[in-house]
């Protein structure tokens, strides 16, 4: 190979300059919109910086006075807040995404008018999250058409009010996330599933395997890093839940602030200009989400890694 | 072949960098010459010397509504109300921001921030404030002295009542905002509800049963008896209380809360536990309809502008969107009535503020003068719309007069507010106001609601005040 390409070399062209210059708009582009941003928002996280009235007030080095505030400020319960709405929300989003996925693979079950059935289930999604919020807003409210009918059914007696207890207010945008992000899911899980070498599966069955079996010892296993990669983005995403939350309570994260998710919580302090603040906010949520995906992905890829050397190891 | 090929790439290469970078540049330039033009055309027709746009600033549709059926030189209003076109071409630009949660003055901070950078026809011209966080802007340099800059005269401003001028009043002396309403705190109650329960609808006499608040919780008691509520929500009382506070929010850094605030709190939280109300919240949609012909409560707290601007469209079972004519038969049209109520208040009010570097201070000139000093101008809005306007000769000629409100069941309501307008006293408001009393009422909707604990409650209140307003520092509740 090399001495065939030596001679050839000297007048070739390089193509790795017309590489660079191909990816250099978007080195640009995340040099300007994320990396600078990104460090500045770390810098003035060290500083008091906010306006008053029409007065701005800083930037003035507090060294990691911010910090200290916002972990009295229970920072931690916001976190808490918004993983307890991402696990509620994703539990059955995993949960459906596989079933569905696995029935729409199925080639026994051979299902119609699966197009049909895709499309609806990703639909949801289409939707702006908070036009999606206020809909159910509308729905759930206390004399909202929810709990006309389920009075008008005999189930309840006095209008249940949603928005205004933990649970009910949670549940909801823990089942709305969910509503809009098991479509999504489905085709991601669907891909992977279809991915799967059919030889498998004919031999399984020659075998005698059921297909709970086959599901459980073949499919499962063979898509974990498309797993990974879904729980890895949820994970993120819930992270970063916003939209649903702030439409949903009208911005207040009530009642009792057991709905304020971190991006919320970040929210409220740059609505009030306060950028030191909500630099801090950023900066931890940047730190979290970095550790939890780098705990979340090592997890993922080191149980796969030993199952391999065991298997290596046993061949030998 | 190769070189096209090599050229080719070169110059989609060329093109996306062009197309990713040239964004912040071109932003900045297209603004950039829209500042020298503007000001070309203002120096060639140097003798007019005036912008020719308006922009006004505000939260809501009531000013504009006004300002288009009222003020004399309007010309034409686009289908869309974006814009309103002036006789002498001026075009005035609504911009229309709304007001929870500090959403208007944020972004109006915003932009009085970069009105010196901004062109001369996206400057500010006029603003509107609220009393709840007038003085805010009164003491900068933001807004211009309506004498001195403006040129309004003491004749011009001399009908209006003094407190609307003694809040924008700034520490030296200089006015700086009129306001075309005066704001005095009512009770509107239902004719036929109170009929049912007190046996009578007439004002003077239910007045009498509801003139302090141990006599407004036994109607309320009275009232809950027969099936109805005697407030909607949680918010209903608020102002009556925090508008006879003892002391402004906050001094220093401090915010302090009033004790009468902490009377609000025992009486709406004992009205909810007795089911006095409908636990709704202030203009939630079960808020609103609670004001219509499916309503089945006894009265609202209110202020002269909640008549008009949402009482009334409230009252009306076929909306006049869908053809439904304002008189007796739709809906409850006629079946309100107003009364002084438990202690006398205030509510709201809007002072029109002309901003600094405003290039149309003539304009201003008219508009504030036609539409907060004439008087012809300030009666017609009382007649047509019930609104309570800034004139004393036009309201006290009009309270002795037989005008009567077919919305209000044939009651001259303007007596009642003539009588009560000269006393207001805002002089416990402050530029916090807005923030605090909407974190009041949020954070305590939990407790009434019986999530959380009194304690709670108070610690909510803390944490969303200095989320507000990272500058106070401290948190006083009265022992």
């Known amino acids: 190979m090399n001495s065939e390409n030596s001679p050839r070399k000297r007048k070739s062209i390089s193509y790795a300059k017309w590489g660079y210059l191909f990816i250099a708009p978007f080195f640009l582009a995340f040099l300007v919109f994320s990396l600078i941003p990104l ?108 709990n006309g009918s389920l009075i008008s059914m005999g189930l309840i007696r006095q209008p249940f009010r949603f928005l205004a207890s933990v649970a009910g207010t949670r549940g909801l945008v823990a089942f709305m996330n969910f509503l809009m992000w098991f479509g999504n899911t489905t085709i991601l899980l669907m ?30 296993p063979l898509i974990r890093p498309i797993l990974a990669y879904v729980l890895i983005t949820s994970l993120i995403g819930g992270l ?45 949520l940047f730190i979290l989400c970095s550790v939890l995906c780098f705990l979340v992905y090592v997890n993922m890829t080191r149980d796969n890694d030993s199952g391999e050397k065991r298997k290596r190891g046993a061949r030998h | 072949m190769k070189r096209v090929k090599k050229l080719f790439s070169l110059m989609l290469a060329l093109a996306m960098t062009a197309g990713v970078t040239a964004c912040q540049p071109a ?11 503007s000001q070309a055309g203002e120096g060639s ?100 002295d309506v004498k001195k800059d403006i040129g309004l005269t003491d004749s011009d401003l001399t009908d209006q009542y003094k407190y609307t001028q003694d809040i924008v009043t700034d520490k030296n002396g200089a006015l700086k905002g009129v306001s075309w309403q005066a704001t005095p705190g009512l009770f509107a109650y239902r004719r036929s509800i109170a009929k049912a329960v007190l046996g009578t609808d007439d004002p003077a006499k239910v007045q009498e049963q509801l003139s302090n608040w141990d006599k407004f919780d036994l109607v309320a008691a009275a009232a809950a008896g027969k099936g109805y509520k005697m407030l909607s929500g949680y918010d209903d009382s608020y102002r009556t209380f925090s508008n006879n506070v003892s002391a402004p929010w906050v001094t220093g850094t401090v915010v ?38 499916s309503g089945k409560v006894f009265g609202f707290f209110y202020s002269t502008w909640g008549i008009n601007f949402t009482l009334l469209g409230n009252s009306l079972k076929t909306p006049t969107k869908e053809g439904g004519k304002e008189e007796v038969g739709n809906g409850i049209y006629g079946d309100y009535a107003v009364c002084q109520g ?17 290039d149309n201070a003539a304009t201003i000139q008219k508009v504030m003068k036609s539409l907060t000093c004439d008087k012809s101008i300030m009666k017609k ?99």
């Open chain 2, 45 to 144: 027709n140097a003798s007019a010397a005036e912008g020719k746009v308006l922009n006004i600033w505000c939260w809501n549709d009531e000013f504009q509504t006004r300002f288009n059926a009222y003020y004399p030189d309007v010309r034409e209003v686009a289908k869309d109300k974006s814009t309103t076109t002036l006789k002498n071409g001026t075009v005035v630009k609504w911009t229309i921001n709304p007001n929870d949660n500090n959403n208007y003055q944020n972004k109006l901070d915003q932009a009085l921030l970069a009105q010196g950078n901004a062109a001369a026809d996206s400057k500010i011209d006029i603003f509107l404030v609220e009393a709840d966080y007038a003085l805010k802007y009164v003491d900068t340099d933001s807004t211009l």
């Open chain 2, 381 to 479: 809005i009382t007649t047509d719309t019930q609104d309570y306007t800034n004139n004393k000769t036009a309201m006290e000629g009009l309270a002795n007069s037989d005008y009567k409100s077919a919305f209000l069941g044939g009651q001259n309501h303007i007596k009642l507010f003539a009588e009560v307008a000269p006393k207001i006293d805002m002089s416990k408001t402050g530029p916090y106001d807005q923030g605090l009393n909407e974190s009041m009422q949020k954070t305590f909707h939990d407790y009434f609601n019986g999530t959380i604990d009194l304690k709670t409650a108070k610690a909510n209140f803390e944490k969303d005040v200095k989320e507000k307003y990272p500058e106070l520092t401290e948190v006083k509740w009265p022992s």
């Open chain 1, 39 to 146: 460090c500045s928002t770390i810098y003035y996280s060290f500083f008091q910086y906010f306006r008053s009235g029409l007065k701005i007030i800083g930037p003035n080095f507090v060294g990691l006075k911010n910090y200290i505030t916002l972990f009295q400020a229970d920072l931690p319960k916001y976190l808490g807040n918004t993983l307890l709405i991402w696990v509620i929300g994703f539990i059955p989003q995993i949960f459906f995404s596989l079933l569905l996925a696995a029935w729409f693979t199925d080639l026994r079950l051979r299902l119609r008018a699966q197009g049909f059935f895709k499309t609806v289930i990703y639909m949801p999604n289409l939707i702006m999250a908070s036009a999606f919020a206020m809909l159910f807003f509308a729905l759930f409210s206390d004399n909202g058409p929810v």
């Open chain 2, 27 to 37: 932003a900045a330039t297209s603004s950039a010459p829209a500042a020298p033009s």
């Open chain 1, 240 to 284: 970063q839940m916003f939209d649903v939350p702030q439409i949903l309570t009208n911005g207040t994260g009530s009642p009792d602030r057991s709905v304020t998710t971190m991006i919320m919580y970040l929210n409220n302090h740059m609505y009030s200009k306060n950028y030191g603040m909500a630099g801090a906010v950023s900066t931890v």
């Open chain 2, 342 to 358: 438990p202690q006398s208040y205030y509510w709201g009010g809007t002072w029109i503020c002309a901003a600094k570097g405003t």
């Open chain 1, 191 to 220: 891909a992977a599933i279809m991915g799967v070498d059919p030889g498998l599966y004919e031999a399984a069955e020659i075998d005698g395997a059921s297909s709970r079996q086959m599901f459980w010892k073949i499919t499962l």
């Open chain 2, 256 to 293: 302090t809360v009033d004790p009468n605030i902490m009377k609000w709190v025992t009486q709406t939280k004992e009205y909810t536990q007795k089911n006095y109300n409908n636990k709704t919240v202030l203009w939630d949609d079960k808020w609103n309809a609670d004001q219509g012909p």
